[in-house]
């Protein structure tokens, strides 16, 4: 065999007492380096970096997890990784957890609740020293093992249904807004297509739509609201059944982002209804008119989760807290339109 500069054997990976005989250093002072722990004066750790760059040697994070309990990574489960709200929260989540030396690894439960599960586990089995969950279902139960076990979890943008911290944006408050904001214009028939009842943020939204109509003492015809799945078959017919006819109603409040996006292809272009969605999108102020929505932060959510995720991890007992953001009403004029007025 042939033998490396230092000593070890090509092929092998480079270990740091590979690294302490290039550098003509002891070990404890090659482990202080490569820690980032101080006590190594600046001319030493310039040599050891030096070797470590020539040997292209690489920390062994297993022989840490063995040393701390720790594997410098945490979990983000998100809906789907492809929505603009989602790679927001992640991206968020990341520059957070790269400040505190962290690795973050992200999965997409696609809103089924037996992948959000597989995959959280999967996470913990690979030892991740915390998950930060946006729930795609209502039970998690099967998270207390690992909660009890010393593994903290923080619920992102929907509670969960266990005892954790939640951070999440004022989904009721920001529907009342929008709602509120239609009636200020003159708007008395307004109707809601919104997602699933059953997903919390979707029954937030709901209820908030449902307070602004009660307290302006409008009364809500429950054919006004249409709620499912967000596909675009399913908004397009929505939008057919709300804007049409003799009882068509003369504003639209659409609860999320794709639902809004589906809504905008399938809008009448006599009588076209005034419009505010929840979630802003991407060249909303481009369209004509610009869309009026309701905005959430998802930085400012996704970054106070990972805060929250590295408050417990850094020990702190609080009891588990229920955090939520405001919302912000922007004008751009597809909401400012009154009954006839298009």
Known sequence: MTSSPAGGTRGARPTMKDVAAAAGVGLKTVSRVVNGESGVTPEMAARVRAAIEALGFRRNDSARLLRTGRTASVALLLEDISDPFSSALSRAVEQVAATEGCLLFTGSSGEQPHREQELALAFCARRVDGLIVVPAGDDHGYLLPEVESGTPVVFLDRPGSIDADAVLSDNAGGAKAGTAHLIAHGHRRIGFIGDLPSIHTAAERARGYREAMAEAGLPVDERWIDCGPTDRARVAAA?????????????????????????????????????????????????????????????????????????????????PARLELPTLLIPRGSGETPPGGH
């Open 239 to 319: 939008v057919h059944r709300l804007t049409t006819g003799p009882d068509a109603v003369t504003a639209l409040f659409t609860a999320n982002n794709r639902v809004t996006l589906a809504a905008l292809h399938h809008l009448p272009a006599a009588r076209r209804p005034a419009l505010v969605g929840f979630d802003d999108l991407e060249l909303a102020d481009l369209l004509t008119p610009a869309l009026t929505v309701v905005a959430q932060d998802p930085v400012a959510l996704g970054a106070l989760a990972a805060r929250r995720l590295f408050d417990r991890l850094a020990g702190e007992s609080a009891p």
